[in-house]
C-alpha cells in the first residue's frame, strides 16, 4: 500500500463508545493546536448518528469541528481495510479486544498503516504477536496494544524506579502498589468488566498458545527470586492494604523486558539520526530489570476484602457460560457497585484519581549479590499518580501516545507487533505525560535495616 495516498492523521474506531468519546475528546485539544501534527482526523464505528452525538459531546461547548464519520464494522473485513488505507494510523477503542480486535488488527498489518489500542487482555495480545508480528514487520505497521492505563503507568513507572538506581546499586523487584481514589464512587464502564470476565474464560487458551511459542529470553535479575509473601499484605511504608491484581500490567512489562534481553539497546528507529541512536542506546543502558508485580491497595483492610470477593466473583463463575450470564447479566451486584453498564457519571469520571507506589528493593552495590550478601539492603519508592484511570488517563496516554507516533515515527521501529514500553520508553512519552496531568516522582531512598 501506498501510504503517501493516505489522507487522514488518526481514525478513531469504536468513538462512540463510553472510553471512544472521551478519546475523542481528549483528541480535539490538540486537533489544530499550535506545533501538534493532528491536522485531520476521522471517527469511524457502525453507527453514524452515535458518531455525530460523540462528537457533539466531545467539543461540547464549541460547535463540532468538521470531522468525517466513516462506516466501518469489526464484523466486515473490506470495511476495515478500507478505513486503513485511508489514514496513517488507527486508534482502537473497540472492546472486549478477544472478540473485535482481530480483524482490525489483520487491516491494519496487511496495509502497513499503524495501530494502537487500549487492551487490557493479555491472551488478545500474544495471540495478535503470534499472528501478525512478521507481517507488521514486513508492512511497516506498528501495531501497539495496552496504550492506556493498562499498562502504561506500570511500564514506564517501572522503569523509572529502576532508572534511580544509579550503579553501584542495582534493583531486584519492584512491586507496585495501585491506589484508586475518590470523594464520589470509584466505578467503570460495563465494556471492561465485560472485557475482564471473558478473561477469565480465555485463560486457558493464553497457557496453550504460550505452550505452543518458542521460550522467551529472561532478563538476568541480580539476586534470588523474590518470596511469596502474604496474601494480603499490609505495605507500612505507604500505609496501604494490599492483594495481587490480575491485571494485564506485570505480563506487559515481561514482554518489554524479554524484548529487552532480546535487544539490549532495545530496538532500531526505522530512520535513526546518529543521535537518536546514542540517546535510544543511553536510555537503556538506565534501565535495570527487576521482578515485578502489581497489587490493588487501600487504606482499609475492607476494600480489599471487597476486591477479593469481586476476584472470587469473576474468577469461579467467569468459567462457565451460565456464569458468565449472570455475570453480565447483574455486573453491578457482583463488581459490588464497582462496574455499571451505564459507566460512571461524569462527576463520579471528575472526581477519581490514582496514585501507583513503586516500592523498589535491591542491592547498594551489586557487588554484594557476588559475595553472597542475599537479601536486599535498599529501597526506592516512586510514585505515578493523575486523574482517574479508565476515561481520563487512558485517553491522555493514547492520544500522546499517538502524537509521538506522529511526530517521531523515524525514531521508532519500522514495524511489528510490540508492547508500549519497547517502542516508547526511550521517545519522551513521560515528560509528554506530566505535561498532561500524570505525574512521576521519587518518593524516598532509604537503607533496608538487616
Ligand atoms: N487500557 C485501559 O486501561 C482501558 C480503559 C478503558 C477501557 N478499556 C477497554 O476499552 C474497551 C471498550 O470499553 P468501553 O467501556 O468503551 O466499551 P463500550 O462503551 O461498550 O464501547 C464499545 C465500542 O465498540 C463499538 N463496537 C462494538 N461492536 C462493534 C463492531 N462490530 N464494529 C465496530 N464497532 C463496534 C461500539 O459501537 P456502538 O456505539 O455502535 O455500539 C462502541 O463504540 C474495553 O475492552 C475496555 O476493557 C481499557
Same mark, same amino acid.
Given at each position: ?16 463508545g ?7 475528546r481528549?483528541?480535539l485539544?490538540?486537533?489544530n493546536?499550535p506545533?501538534s501534527? =493532528?491536522?485531520? &482526523?476521522?471517527l469511524?464505528g457502525?453507527?453514524?448518528q452515535k458518531?455525530? /452525538? ?11 469541528p468538521p ?11 473490506p470495511?476495515?481495510?478500507? =478505513?486503513?488505507a /485511508? ?11 478477544r ?10 498489518a496487511?496495509s ?5 489500542d487500549?487492551c487490557?487482555?493479555p491472551?488478545?495480545m500474544e495471540?495478535?504477536e ?6 507488521a ?5 506498528l501495531v501497539? %496494544? ?5 499498562? *502504561? ?5 517501572? +522503569? ?5 538506581w544509579?550503579?553501584?546499586? *542495582?534493583?531486584n ?9 475518590s470523594e464520589?464512587?470509584?466505578v467503570?464502564?460495563f465494556?471492561?468488566?465485560e %472485557?475482564a470476565v471473558l ?16 521460550r ?9 527470586s ?13 500505609g496501604?492494604?494490599?492483594?495481587k491484581?490480575p %491485571? ?15 535487544n539490549p ?7 535513526e ?19 515485578f508485580?502489581?497489587k ?6 475492607f476494600?480489599? !476484602? ?6 472470587? !466473583? ?5 468459567r ?7 455475570? =453480565? ?9 464497582g462496574?455499571r ?11 477519581a ?5 513503586f516500592v523498589?528493593n ?5 557487588a !554484594?549479590?557476588?559475595?553472597?550478601n542475599?537479601k536486599p539492603? +535498599?529501597e526506592?519508592i516512586?510514585?505515578? +499518580?493523575?486523574?482517574e &484511570?479508565?476515561?481520563?488517563?487512558t485517553?491522555?496516554?493514547l492520544?500522546?501516545c499517538a ?15 510490540l508492547?508500549?514500553?519497547i517502542?516508547?520508553g ?12 500524570i505525574?512521576f516522582? *521519587? ?8
Open positions: 500500500m501506498d501510504k503517501l495516498t493516505t489522507h487522514f492523521d488518526l481514525i478513531i474506531l469504536g468513538a462512540s463510553f472510553t471512544g468519546k472521551y478519546v475523542v481528549e483528541a485539544k490538540f486537533l493546536a506545533s501534527p =493532528l491536522k485531520i &482526523i476521522a469511524a457502525r453507527n453514524p458518531l455525530s /452525538q460523540t462528537l457533539e459531546w466531545a467539543s461540547h461547548p464549541h460547535p463540532p470531522v468525517p464519520i466513516l462506516a466501518a464494522d469489526t464484523a466486515d473485513p470495511s476495515l481495510r478500507r =478505513l486503513a /485511508q489514514t496513517r494510523l488507527v486508534l482502537n477503542c473497540v472492546g472486549p479486544f472478540l473485535h480486535g482481530e480483524p482490525v488488527v489483520a487491516a491494519c496487511e502497513g498503516c499503524d495501530y494502537l487500549i487490557g487482555e491472551e488478545f495471540r495478535m503470534a499472528a501478525y508480528h512478521e507481517a514487520a514486513k508492512s511497516g505497521s501497539i %496494544s495496552a496504550c492506556g492505563f493498562d499498562s *502504561v503507568p506500570a511500564e514506564l513507572g517501572l +522503569m523509572f524506579n529502576s532508572r534511580q544509579s550503579s553501584p546499586s *542495582v534493583p523487584r519492584v512491586e507496585a502498589y495501585l491506589s484508586l481514589e464520589k464512587r470509584v467503570g464502564n465494556g471492561t468488566f %472485557s478473561g477469565v474464560a480465555n485463560a486457558e487458551k493464553l497457557m496453550e498458545l504460550r505452550r505452543s511459542r518458542p522467551r529470553a529472561r532478563p538476568v535479575i541480580p539476586g534470588p523474590p518470596p511469596k509473601g502474604p496474601i494480603i499484605e499490609h505495605q507500612k511504608k505507604i496501604l492494604w494490599a492483594v491484581l %491485571s494485564a500490567d506485570a505480563i506487559v512489562v515481561r514482554r518489554t523486558l524479554a524484548t529487552l534481553t532480546e539497546h532495545g530496538l532500531p528507529g526505522v530512520d539520526s546518529a543521535e537518536q541512536v546514542k540517546k535510544r542506546e543511553t536510555f537503556w543502558s538506565t534501565v535495570n530489570p527487576a521482578h508485580v502489581v490493588i491497595a487501600s487504606k482499609s483492610i476494600s480489599i !476484602f471487597g476486591f477479593i470477593t469481586v476476584g472470587m !466473583f469473576i474468577g469461579l463463575l467467569g462457565f457460560a451460565v456464569g458468565r450470564w449472570l455475570l =453480565l447479566k447483574f455486573p453491578s451486584v457482583f463488581s459490588l457497585g462496574f453498564k451505564k459507566g460512571p457519571t461524569e462527576d463520579e469520571v471528575r472526581s484519581s490514582f496514585k501507583m507506589w523498589g535491591g542491592f547498594s552495590n551489586s !554484594f549479590v557476588a559475595q553472597g542475599k539492603d +535498599m526506592i516512586t510514585r505515578v +499518580m493523575g486523574p &484511570i479508565g476515561y481520563l488517563t485517553p491522555i496516554i492520544i500522546q502524537l509521538i507516533l506522529l511526530r517521531q515515527r523515524d525514531n521508532l521501529p519500522k514495524g511489528g507487533v508492547t508500549p514500553g517502542v516508547f526511550p521517545t519522551d512519552l513521560q515528560e509528554r505525560l506530566q505535561e498532561n496531568g505525574s516522582d *521519587v518518593i524516598s531512598k532509604s537503607a533496608l535495616s538487616a
